[in-house]
């Protein structure tokens, strides 16, 4: 923009130089008139480049004054969204986790975190949340590795083989 500006005003008073030399000559050729249409036509260009790029400017301002003005900003309501989605997941994963623990008999202090458990998991925050894992598609190793970090905090750290 500041290049497109310097180069304007070169030309603006290259322009006004030559105009400057040649009207004596403009003069003679055709009386005690002196057409400024070679002027015209050569600042014409970019006196609409100038114009065009307040006009860009103005409607992007306006833009962003509008968005402003409104409260409109998609990035952070999508931010909200994935933030609600991930806490509903990490709910529903805390929610099976403490089913799962209170489930186990007080005698026995540990169980099969493998197969039927972590199963029993991954089934109750599919049934729980299935919007968070339409949005996420976490894989079955990542629900596990969830799963297990949850136990892992669980205040009875009930986790077999760890």
Same mark, same amino acid.
């Given at each position: 923009m *500041? =290049? =497109?500006?310097? #180069?304007? *005003? /070169? /030309? *603006?008073a290259l322009t006004a130089l030559v105009f400057a030399w040649a009207s004596p000559a403009f003069?003679? &050729?055709?009386g005690s =008139? $002196? #057409? *400024?249409?070679?002027? $015209?036509d050569m600042v014409m260009p970019y006196v609409v480049d100038f114009g065009l790029t307040a006009m860009f400017g103005v409607a992007f301002w306006l833009a962003a004054a509008f968005k402003k003005k409104l409260g409109i900003d998609a990035e952070a309501s999508l931010r $909200?969204?994935?933030?609600?989605h991930r806490d509903a997941l990490h709910s529903a994963i805390a929610s099976a986790v403490a089913a799962l623990v209170a489930k186990v008999p007080p005698d026995k202090l540990s169980f099969d975190v493998g197969s039927a458990d972590l199963a029993e998991v991954a089934r109750y925050v =599919? &049934? #729980?949340v299935?919007?968070?894992l339409a949005h996420f598609k976490p894989g079955d190793g990542l629900l596990s590795n969830l799963a297990k970090s949850k136990l892992s905090e669980h205040p009875l750290k009930l986790l077999a083989g760890e």
């Open positions: *500041l =290049r =497109r500006a310097c #180069s304007f *005003l /070169a /030309a *603006l003069a003679q &050729d055709t =008139r $002196v #057409s *400024l249409w070679p002027l $015209v $909200v969204i994935e933030a609600t =599919r &049934d #729980s299935p919007e968070a």
